[in-house]
Structure formats: C-alpha cells, structure tokens
C-alpha cells in the first residue's frame, strides 16, 4: 500500500466530510448536546460525580457512533462509495477520513467536558485517561461505520445505532453495581472508560484490552467492507 496516496486520500475526504458537517446543522446539535447538558446538571447540588462523569462516557458513544452510521448510510445510499471503490478508495483510507473529521469533533467535545468535570469536581484527568476517551471514540466510529454499510438507507441507521449505542452503555452501567455482569462487561471498551474514570487510573491490562477492541472491530469494518463493496 502507497502511504503517501494514503494519507492524501484520507485528508482530502477529510476535507470532503468537514464540509458537510458545516452545512448540517443536526451534525452539530448531536455533538453539543451532551456538553450543554452536562453544565446544565452539574448546576443542580444533588448530583452525584458518577452521574456527571456518565455524560462524557455517552459523549463518547453515541455521537460518533451515530454521526458516522449516519454519514456512512447516506453515502452507500447515493452511490459515492461506490465510486470511491471505483478509483480505488480502500476500506482503511475511507474509514480514516471519515473519522479524522467525525473524531476530532467528537474528540474535543468530550475533551471540553473533561476539563470543565477537573475543576467541577476537582479531580485529576491525565493522559491516559485522555487516551482511553480517545480509543473509546474510535471504537464507537468503527462500530457506527459497520452500521452505515450494513443499513439499507438512512432510516434503518436510526432503528440500529439508537438500540447498539444505548446497549453498549446500559451493560456498562449495570457492570458497575453486578460483579456477574462486569466479569463479562469488562472486556467492552465503554465499560473501560467508565471504570477509568471511576478509579481514575488505567490499568496495562485495560489499555491491551481496549487497545484489542479497535482491533478487532477494524477488522470486522473491513471484512464487512469487503463484502459490500458491489452494492455500494
């Protein structure tokens, strides 16, 4: 594989989803919603930090996961990555520009809540922890984008990514009070996130685990890439 062609396509469909972005106003409604929420309860005394904190874990679920599922769809549906295969876009140069665009926003949004929660509630947020956001956001990417090439239209995104995003979380959530469900949920990189913030440290185990989630769901988005690359 050509890095060089690579990276250039990866940045000119960057270039090509930032765009679109400026111009869908639901785009940035789905990326505010949880910070503006987020200072809003953290006005309200009878919050504990653990209700706080699950505002920033669903900020790293949901928005990418819809926000891509949704983009991925409508681009299946009009044919462009069709002919992005035509000229000879691959799976791993799609799926990074669209997450580089998609990503850094969802990125600094949860960065912003963050920042505010460390002085909110005084506690220390480091680059670990920073870097757990991070991979979390990715994965929920990566699970959105398999969404959008699996969905016939736009419509089916919402039936599908409403569902798995709040699934993701609710075991997670649930993970925290039942040591049965957290035995399995632990191995989920939402419910990783959650726990970092929880101890507010991040384990060697959990980074190879969470590391090993965007592994594996990249290469579920290729496979599945793959197989529909004839119907666009």
């Known amino acids: 594989m050509n890095i060089s062609k690579s990276i250039r396509t990866c940045l000119a469909l960057f270039g090509k989803q930032k765009i679109e972005m400026m111009r869908n106003k639901k785009t940035w409604i789905l990326f505010l919603v949880f910070p503006i929420t987020l200072v809003v309860m953290s006005l309200m005394e009878d919050n504990a930090p653990t209700s706080l904190i699950l505002f920033v874990v669903m900020a790293s679920v949901m928005p990418p996961m819809i926000g891509i ?23 791993f140069e799609y799926l990074g520009g669209m997450m580089l665009c998609i990503g850094l926003s969802s990125y600094i949004c949860v960065c912003a809540m963050c ?34 090439v699996l969905a016939k239209n736009q419509i089916a995104v919402s039936a599908m990514t409403v569902p798995v ?21 632990k191995y989920l990189f939402s419910q990783i996130i959650l726990d970092t913030f929880e101890k507010n440290a991040v384990s060697t185990s959990e980074m190879i685990i969470i590391i090993s989630n965007v592994f594996i769901l990249f290469l579920c988005f290729v496979f599945i890439y793959r197989k529909r690359r004839n119907e666009g």
Do not use: P, T, W
């Open 165 to 185: 995003s709040l699934g993701v979380l609710f075991v997670s959530i649930v993970g925290i009070s039942k040591k049965e469900i957290h035995s399995i949920s």
């Open 69 to 91: 599922a949704s983009q991925v769809a409508e681009e299946r549906e009009k044919g462009i990555i069709r002919g992005l295969i035509y000229i000879g876009v691959n799976s």
């Open 115 to 148: 920042m505010y929660l460390e002085n909110k509630l005084s506690i220390s947020m480091d680059g670990q922890i920073m870097i757990i956001c991070l991979l979390a956001i990715v994965c929920s990417m990566i699970i959105g984008a398999i969404i959008g």
